[in-house]
């Protein structure tokens, strides 16, 4: 199973965009990347996905190297309420639809 | 449209008694799950579904037991609870087991058991 790595917590000024990385050197070749974030208190949510190519959506933008060991979380313009646990999470393609949440990074948003 | 909803939020246990936790969606899914939340330690896999009437063992599977009796409702039994069960339970659900798929996950429920 492709575990993954993320620093324990980041700080970003807000308005600043917020580079979130994650390591997932052991990624198998059909297994994606998936982004999600946890609001304190609340249940988590899903922010991005991909499997090579760089993706954006209305949340944020997925940068994927090219030998896919890593990527990167990028919010371009964080705010308050960006502030969360956002984990990086890597899909095992065999087992039955199962997510590894693992600690994920604590992104403090600061005014 | 409610999304993923849970009953109750909050509840407290005396150590060996049992309850049922509820998990309602009405975004026809087929596939549901529930996961513990500890601190430090990220979300883990309990039990899922795949449909109405299966269900399966995910990563951390023992001292709870699941039912799908209908599409839409999901329930997580304790049957004698265990200090060791105190967590945030969180219920999600997804259309299909495909790779892109995303978990629409509930607010969850607050378990503490004395």
């Known amino acids: 199973d492709a575990k993954t790595t993320q620093p324990t917590s980041m700080d970003c000024a807000e308005g600043r965009a917020a580079n979130l990385p994650c390591n997932h050197s052991t990624i198998s070749g059909n297994e994606y990347v998936y982004w999600y974030r946890q609001i304190h208190s609340q249940g988590p949510q899903y922010i991005i996905h991909?499997?090579?190519n760089n993706e954006t959506n209305e949340m944020a933008s997925l940068i994927i190297t090219e030998d896919r060991k890593s990527s990167t979380l990028i919010l371009p313009h964080a705010t308050l309420r960006d502030t969360a646990v956002y984990y990086c999470i890597v899909r095992v393609a065999n087992d039955f639809n199962k997510f590894y949440f693992g600690s994920g990074t604590k992104l403090n948003v600061k005014p | 449209n409610a999304g993923v909803t849970q009953t109750p939020k909050f509840r407290v246990l005396k150590t060996g008694q049992s309850m049922t936790l509820l998990c309602a969606q009405d975004m026809n899914h087929e596939y549901m799950y529930w996961y513990r939340q500890d601190p430090g330690m990220g979300l883990r896999l309990i039990h899922y579904s795949v449909g109405e009437g299966t269900t399966a063992k995910g990563e951390v599977p023992d001292g709870y037991n699941v039912s799908r009796l209908k599409k839409q409702n999901f329930l997580l039994g304790l049957e004698s609870a265990a200090p060791s069960q105190t967590s945030v339970y969180f219920c999600?659900?997804?259309?299909?087991?495909?790779?892109?798929?995303?978990?629409?996950f509930g607010p969850g429920t607050r378990l503490l058991v004395l």
């Open positions: 999600a659900s997804s259309y299909s087991w495909q790779l892109q798929e995303t978990q629409y």
């Open positions: 991909g499997l090579k």
